[in-house]
């Protein structure tokens, strides 16, 4: 064994897998000799873990499995017939642990589940003994967090989240232990956002609130450690826009606040790597949401603002993927809403703004040339009707919003301007071209 060990120390991975199984025979033959002899038994479960990394490694994973699993079986045994000795669990949990690891590499994600809530389950004994230990409490964190994701997956949301629970409750006591640790804190954050996450899927919004909450000061902790780099900022962002979304409902300030924090350092990562769409689409979440809010409250120059970074944000992200279905629907979401701040201000009769509003926004779709509405009607009141009449002379004979023909929809607004005192001669002259041959 110790030949074969340090074989696998050197990087012969083939000789070391070699001198397992050399040794694999001759030590079956022994314990069969005695198989009282406890030694015997340990040292071929031992022969099974190496047997079973390497043939992992290989991408071997149902012997692998199988190795692991006999290995379990054998450290249980030993821990049965002598319960004082905390190696033979401790052991046993690793075998389940490896396990665990070999089914989710083949993808068999039932077999991952079992084998990690029996490591688990182990290690919670353990730690009843040796409460303060901290290799199992990470080790058991790791392992909920993959349960969790696990069940999250195939949509069994109360087990996730007991498994995320049990994940958030371990990483927080370590990093209580050590506050100024980096890695347990970005781990904390994780934790705590897939927890609001699942807590989400169960319609539990308070409880999810305060998850994303935690995950938040655990960002800010990261950042108040001097921790700036990409990642660390991400966490950040992500954690307001979360708590963002949440506290929208009750205290649309507060939200406003956390997502007008959030805006400038996904803007910053965005241009700092605008080859990420991870970054990119965090951008394009965060100016969407907060042009949302400012388009509420009637902020619409600020909102105008945010919408053209997320139009920005997702035309990146099409450019970057496009074979993803999503990021063309969120690029005409956010043109979209612009159109739809430029007919509001038209609305409001701030005409000017409107027209510099969609000068952001190029259609993405033949149904959105409704725009050339807004803007033929803008120059229409400006006094531009040399301007205005090449737009509603260009989409005749085209379908705009709501089915509705071009005709129809331009005749129905010059009905609703003049209901408003706003007629122009323009608009008898462009009815009379509708209505005579094309």
């Not at 665990?100 to 590499?105: C, E, L, M, Q, T």
């Not at 990420?276 to 949302?292: I, T």
């Not at 279905?325 to 430029?342: E, H, Q």
């Amino acid at each position: 064994m110790k030949y074969a060990a340090a074989l696998t120390a050197k990087g012969d991975a083939d000789g070391a897998l070699k001198a397992y199984r050399e040794a694999d025979p001759v030590i079956r033959k022994l314990v069969a000799a005695n198989v009282e002899a406890r030694l015997g038994r340990a040292q071929l479960a031992v022969v099974l873990i190496g047997e079973g990394d390497l043939l992992r490694q290989k991408g071997v994973y149902d012997e692998a499995v199988a190795a692991f699993r006999e290995s379990a079986a054998l450290f249980k045994a030993l821990a049965g017939e002598e319960p004082t000795n905390k190696l033979w669990p401790r052991q046993e949990s690793t075998a389940d642990q490896d396990a665990g690891g070999a089914f989710s590499d083949k993808g068999d994600v039932q077999g991952m589940i079992d084998s990690y809530r029996a490591s688990v389950a182990i290690d919670a004994r353990l730690l009843q003994d040796d409460p303060a230990n901290k290799d199992l409490r990470s080790s058991d964190a790791l392992k909920l967090e993959l349960i969790g994701g696990a069940l999250a997956g195939r949509k069994d949301i109360a087990g996730a989240i007991e498994a995320f629970r049990g994940a958030v409750e371990l990483r927080k006591g370590l990093a209580a232990e050590a506050p100024a640790e980096l890695d347990l804190l970005r781990s904390q954050n994780e934790d705590d956002i897939n927890l609001g996450n699942a807590l989400v899927g169960e319609k539990d919004l308070a409880g999810a609130l305060v998850a994303y909450r935690d995950a938040l000061s655990a960002a800010r902790a990261l950042n108040a450690l001097g921790a700036t780099d990409a990642r660390a900022q991400y966490d950040l962002a992500a954690s307001l826009r979360l708590v963002g979304w949440l506290t929208l409902p009750k205290d649309s300030a507060g939200a406003a606040q956390s997502f007008a924090e959030a805006l400038p350092i996904a803007r910053a990562l965005a241009k700092g790597e605008p080859s990420n769409a991870d970054y990119q689409r965090e951008l394009w979440l965060v100016g969407d949401a907060l042009g949302d809010l400012r388009f509420k409250r009637n902020d619409r120059a600020g909102a105008v603002e945010v919408y053209a970074e997320a139009r920005d944000a997702a035309a990146a992200m099409v450019g970057l993927d496009a074979t993803n279905a999503f990021y063309p629907r969120w690029l005409k979401s956010s043109v979209g809403k612009i159109g739809s701040l430029a007919f509001a201000m038209f609305q409001a009769r701030e005409y000017e703004a409107s027209l510099a509003a969609l000068d952001k926004a190029t259609p993405m779709a033949p149904d959105q040339n409704w725009f050339d509405l807004v803007r033929a009607a803008c120059l229409m009141l400006l006094d531009r009707p040399d301007e205005a009449r090449p737009l509603y002379l260009k989409h005749r004979g085209e379908i705009s919003y709501g089915g509705k023909p071009w005709e129809t929809a331009a005749k129905e607004g010059f009905a609703n301007m003049r209901a408003e005192g706003l007629a122009r001669p323009l608009m008898d002259e462009i009815e009379k071209t509708f209505a005579a041959a094309p």
